[in-house]
């Protein structure tokens, strides 16, 4: 019960984040919504992966931090106009 009021709350949030993501006044606020979002999902697989008794959606998690994180350094350097 508490694992499945988890994910409701965690879905509530990805609902909020998407709201952001859409709305934002700035390409900033997107890509901190778009970071928010990735840390997001990886809560929701984390959490899954409890209540499924399995090991697979943490491999899973770990490479959505992995990607990311990649993601949103190349996007930031990018919005910040450094090539170096």
Do not use: E, H
């Amino acid at each position: 019960m508490i694992l499945g009021i988890s994910l409701a709350l965690i879905g509530l949030a990805a609902l909020l984040t998407i709201v952001r993501l859409l709305r934002g006044p700035s390409a900033f606020d997107r890509l901190v919504a778009s970071d928010v979002l990735a840390v997001i999902s990886t809560a929701f697989l984390a959490v899954y992966s409890v209540q499924a008794r399995t090991s697979f959606f943490m491999d899973v998690a770990i490479v959505n931090v992995i990607l990311g994180f990649i993601g949103v350094v190349m996007i930031a350097r990018f919005l910040i106009g450094g090539t170096k």
